[in-house]
């Protein structure tokens, strides 16, 4: 995959989690980088890229949570 492609993925992932958990932009790209969800979606990319925005996020969302995060919202 083209680092450009790559780079508009994380950017859509990120903007959808922080409009999901009304936060910034820039929380989410710390807790991404914290927790792997870079590498993650990146590994994941073609099964995720073809799923519902609902379901990248609930992806995320269960990754950070296995990974050990706990402030995300509910």
């Given at each position: 995959?083209?680092s450009?492609?790559?780079?508009?993925?994380?950017?859509?992932?990120?903007?959808?989690?922080?409009?999901?958990?009304?936060?910034?932009?820039?929380?989410?790209?710390?807790?991404?980088?914290?927790?792997?969800?870079f590498?993650?979606?990146e590994?994941?990319?073609?099964t995720?890229?073809?799923?519902?925005?609902?379901?990248?996020?609930?992806?995320?969302?269960?990754?950070l949570r296995?990974?050990g995060?706990?402030?995300v919202p509910?």
């Amino acid at each position: 995959m083209s680092s450009e492609k790559l780079v508009k993925w994380w950017i859509f992932c990120i903007y959808l989690a922080a409009s999901e958990f009304k936060v910034l932009e820039s929380t989410v790209y710390a807790w991404f980088t914290e927790y792997g969800i870079f590498e993650y979606t990146e590994e994941n990319y073609e099964t995720l890229h073809t799923q519902s925005a609902e379901f990248v996020l609930g992806s995320i969302l269960e990754k950070l949570r296995r990974n050990g995060f706990s402030e995300v919202p509910l």
